[in-house]
């Protein structure tokens, strides 16, 4: 999207020129060639596209940081005494000033259109406060431009958080209201259906935020922000979940497009070869030398259903099944989103079995959610051109859920149509699609330390995560649930090893993996991975929870939760340039 800067640039410095040739030049520098003309301000709006996610560290790689993410070392927001007033970042306030110059302008602007414009501007006003609200809570509300001598402005104090976010959702309505585009086939503009699929996410983290944070005396609003998240979600139409003609394929491949299905997809950004435009899913996931190398954590398999709809963990000796069988009969988006005994790849035109490489994984459940199958030269390169999905409609679906279910008005026939399709789109059959639970599910409750214990709930924060793995909100669901310590969760643990020596992982009986301790033995074929799980519990080291036999346990280094974490600190700089900014609880 950068690429809209550049021509928005040109087109001011072109309009200079562009008078008649027998008039004097007139300076048009005060905006008249952009406000006085619809191209002029749909090339403005464009330049706004550049505050979406980004493509290259976006968000497949916003999850690394969570409960469920075995990765690479620990994240700064984790690792003890590591973020301060001094390290914290984000205080930035150079795209707000660019939208509210657009927003003044366009208000005076005579073009009959503008209010589609400024719907648009105001969209992605909202999405810069719910941003800047979820990483500092108090902010400043800022709705003009402000000049370079307005004191009064720079050196104002904070305004409430949630006075902030009522002007967040009156910006997002009167974008719905004013944004004339209601679709695109592309999926890559913002068109009056996205601002209702966004709403709905920020109406529900910001219900759930006055739900849980009690310290703020504000639960008794959370219920209109609930509501506001179904009636808009209700709004929505003209989507519908990705069938492929096998089931096997309707989820993954909605990530491993260039071009988005959209029958699913909301907004996707669009990659361009030509244009050197790429992402790097294949290099972070897959390099053994780049990137957090995320894996999953077996905690989080097992929340992974049976086909039949029954939780896994009923069975009596899960804990001890090896990797080759727990991955039997579940869930088909758990062989859509890490590699399973009949995963393959290609080289060369050529397909290669691939199971679970433990050279390139920490807990032997493989991510392959964003990433291509073919080998070269996706892993070692940044050469992935996959659309980069932020928003669709099965998110849409769980966000009304949650809301649904938070204010007791889950019924049947809701829960069909919303959990109950995103999981026969999973293979998943039985009761479970149709009719609600009235059990809850005592691995669901552990898992969530006890917070909740309504059934329904359980089960719809148990598709939320399924379904969304690796979409980046998983972060933004724990600090708006309180449970910043699932932050900090352990073991960070892998699949099941009943004894030292080699692994088949896939059953075809060419075995795949060796676990040693002491010295290292001689594999019997040469792709075999050798694994020492010595003792050692340094970081970044691996070993067996029962010593010579259990689960594969990795320790990334120490994680450190603190509820003050829940709002980064003011920037130390900023703070000292005006001290009115006060800084958040915790961090004085």
Known sequence: MKLYKYILAS?????LWACDLDENPVATANGDAIFGSESGMELYVNSFYDNLPGTDTGVFTIDNTSDYVA?????????????????????????????????????????????????????????????????????????????????????????????????????????????????????????????????????????????????????????????????????????????AADNTRSYRELFITPSPFADETILAVLLDPSLQ???????????????????????????????DGTPFTDN?????????????????????????????????????????????????????????????????????????????WAEVLLNKAEA???????????????????????????????????????????YYKGKFTNPVLLEVL???AIELTFEGLRPDDLRRWHLGELFEEAPMNGIYVAALGEQDLNGDGIMDVCFYQGERPQPSNPSVVMIDVSSDTSEGGRKLSNGSSGELIYNPGQRQWEDRKYLY?????????NTNLGQNPGWE
């Open 316 to 392: 009596p000796d899960y804990e001890a099944t090896p990797f080759a069988e727990e991955v039997k009969d579940r869930d088909l988006r758990l062989q859509q989103t890490i590699r399973l005994g009949d995963y393959q790849r290609t080289e060369n035109g050529t397909p290669v079995i691939a199971p679970p490489n433990l050279s390139q994984s920490y807990t032997g459940y493989q991510p392959i959610k964003w990433c291509y199958d073919e080998r070269f030269p996706y892993d070692d390169e940044s050469r992935n051109d996959n659309a980069h999905i932020i928003m669709r």
């Open 71 to 243: 990765r690479r070392g620990v994240d700064s927001y984790l690792v003890p005494n590591a973020l301060s007033p001094i390290t914290s970042t984000g205080w930035s306030w150079g795209a707000l000033r660019n939208i509210n110059y657009f927003i003044k302008n366009a208000e005076t602007s005579e073009v009959g259109t503008k209010e589609n414009y400024i719907g648009l501007a105001r969209f992605f006003r909202a999405l810069f406060y719910f941003e800047k609200v979820k990483r500092f809570g108090d902010v400043p509300w800022i709705e003009a431009p402000i000049e370079v001598q307005d004191s009064t402005t720079l050196y104002a104090s904070r305004d409430n958080r949630f006075e902030v976010m009522e002007n967040v959702l009156d910006d997002l309505n009167y974008a719905i209201e004013n944004i004339a585009l209601t679709s695109d086939p592309s999926c890559s503009r913002i068109t009056r259906n996205v601002a209702r699929a966004y709403k709905t996410r920020i109406c529900l983290y910001e219900a759930s935020f006055r739900k849980y944070h009690t310290g703020y005396g504000m639960q008794g609003t959370a219920e209109s922000w609930y509501q506001e998240v179904i009636d808009e979600a209700n709004s929505i139409n003209g989507f519908s979940l990705h069938q």
């Open 569 to 577: 600190p003011i920037p130390q700089g900023d703070y000292e340039q």
């Open 404 to 446: 649904l279910a938070e204010l007791g008005k889950m019924n049947d026939a809701e829960w069909a149509t919303t959990i109950g399709a995103l999981r026969e789109r999973a293979g998943i059959a039985g009761p479970t699609l149709t009719s609600m639970p009235v059990t809850a599910d005592p691995y669901m409750v552990a």
């Open 11 to 15: 087109f001011i410095l072109l309009s």
């Open 462 to 464: 148990r598709e939320r």
């Open 277 to 307: 435009i790429y992402n790097s899913a294949n290099r972070r996931f897959i390099s053994p030398t780049y990137g957090d190398r995320p894996s999953i954590t077996r905690n989080f398999v097992n929340t992974y259903l049976k086909l």
